[in-house]
């Protein structure tokens, strides 16, 4: 099983990126997906998820309104669109991929599959 994310980078605040994340080796349309975040010394914060059909999706307050995730099921991917960027924003950005929609919902950390992380810098 793989879980690769991209599109990470460094943009000024006030800007935009979106990140992708494909799964592999699995049935993608079985599993619920979430965005986490985490920063050098803190713990992982989970951000948003969506169910495995797009129609149930959650966001902390610090990104709602500003971020959006989405999931195209024909090609194993899920979307975060990320707009008005801060620089608290910055941080490591992973893909989490778990059966469980409800456990995303929690924003567990123990979910079924991790991607190896995108780096988010948004400067001021």
């Known amino acids: 099983v793989q879980v690769v994310e991209s599109g990470g980078g460094a943009v000024q605040a006030g800007g935009s990126l979106r990140l992708s994340c494909t799964l592999s080796?699995?049935?993608?349309?079985?599993?619920?997906m979430g965005w986490y975040r985490q920063t050098p010394g803190a713990e992982r914060e989970g951000i948003s998820c969506i169910a495995w059909n797009g129609d149930s999706t959650h966001y902390i307050d610090s990104v709602k309104g500003r971020f959006t995730i989405s999931r195209d099921n024909a090609k194993n991917t899920l979307y975060l669109e990320m707009n008005d960027l801060k620089p608290e924003d910055t941080a490591m950005y992973y893909c989490?991929?778990?059966?469980?929609?409800?456990?995303?919902?929690?924003?567990?950390?123990?979910?079924?599959?991790w991607g190896q992380g995108t780096q988010v810098t948004v400067s001021s």
């Open positions: 989490a991929a778990d059966r469980s929609f409800g456990k995303l919902l929690r924003y567990s950390k123990n979910v079924d599959y």
């Open positions: 080796g699995v049935r993608f349309v079985d599993y619920a």
